[in-house]
Nanobody
């Protein structure tokens, strides 16, 4: 089992930046991918970015590339998502997930709410 806990969300203004954190515990994550998703009210869940623990090359959704940045701290078993120049349309619940490969995410966190006011 892997337990994931997201943090760092909140109410921010358009143009602000946020850094979300996904702290993992339980099984070793050396062979897993960690990804960030978000889900806005009335919309489908959207993939944002992923990163491996042994391979640091990140992958981004085209819609967020250049404004979102994913990174990891192996010593803290934590993956971060930095969001710059926040927009009202970034308002959503942000989730992290862990799995063996793209689209194979087995463990999910509870999510952290990000609300961006205009």
């Amino acid at each position: 089992q892997v337990q994931l806990a997201e943090s760092g969300g909140g109410l921010v203004q358009a143009g602000d930046s946020l850094r979300l954190a996904c702290a993992a515990s339980g099984r070793t994550l050396s062979s897993y991918l960690t990804a960030w998703f978000r889900q806005a009210p009335g919309k489908d869940r959207e993939f944002l970015a992923r990163i491996g623990w042994s391979n640091t090359n990140p992958t981004y959704a085209s819609s967020v590339k250049g404004r979102f940045s994913i990174s990891r701290d192996s010593a803290k078993s934590t993956v971060y998502l930095e969001i710059n120049n926040l927009r009202p349309e970034d308002t959503a619940v942000y989730y992290c997930a862990v799995g063996k490969g793209p689209g194979q995410y087995t463990f999910w966190g509870q999510g952290t709410q990000v609300t961006v006011s205009s």
